[in-house]
């Protein structure tokens, strides 16, 4: 009997784990949270053959718990600072990127670093006054560029509930953000 189910729960984990690694990927910022999710979805699914519950659509059952697992994680792991949560590594290539990173210019000038430094930390100091459901909405959607059906699935909250805390989180920012705006182009 226990080795019919290693060798279900060996198959099951062979012809799920790239489909399943993949949509976990796309959901969390790193490679290695989406390898821990996956482990634990994984050890979910032995456990529960283990206390002999039945699973009648591995698959379905698999992504349900994975999602789940998801929500956990960004519930319970926030980021120490923004300034850590933006610094995200960018591609294979291992360089980290810093929210400056996102704004634009057109020149490397004295000038225009020491401007980028300044808007990035007037963002980043209204970022951190945000209330947290609205600054993780507005990160999520404007910065890791997730759409409101994907926060959705994320965090557990409805498309309506998503879009205004966005809102309420761009009318803030705006008006914080105003006065630095008025300083750095003299209005």
Known sequence: MADTQNDSIR???????????????????TQEDAEDILQDVFFELTNTYRLMKPVEQVASWLFTVARNKITDRYRKKK??????HFAVR???????????????????SPETEMMREAISDGLMAALEQLPAEQREVFIMHEIEDKSF???????????NTLLSRK?????????????????????
């Open 90 to 108: 960018a591609g294979d290539d291992g360089d980290r990127l810093d929210i400056s990173d996102f704004l634009p210019s057109n020149s490397n």
């Open 149 to 159: 059906q994907e926060i959705s699935e994320i965090t557990g909250a409805n498309v």
């Open 79 to 84: 980021p120490t600072s923004l300034e850590d």
């Open 167 to 187: 809102r309420y989180a761009v009318l803030f920012l705006r008006e914080q953000l105003q006065s630095l705006y008025n300083d750095l182009f003299n209005t």
């Open 11 to 29: 198959l099951t984990v062979e012809k799920e784990r790239k489909r399943l690694l993949d949509f976990i990927r796309k959901r969390v910022p």
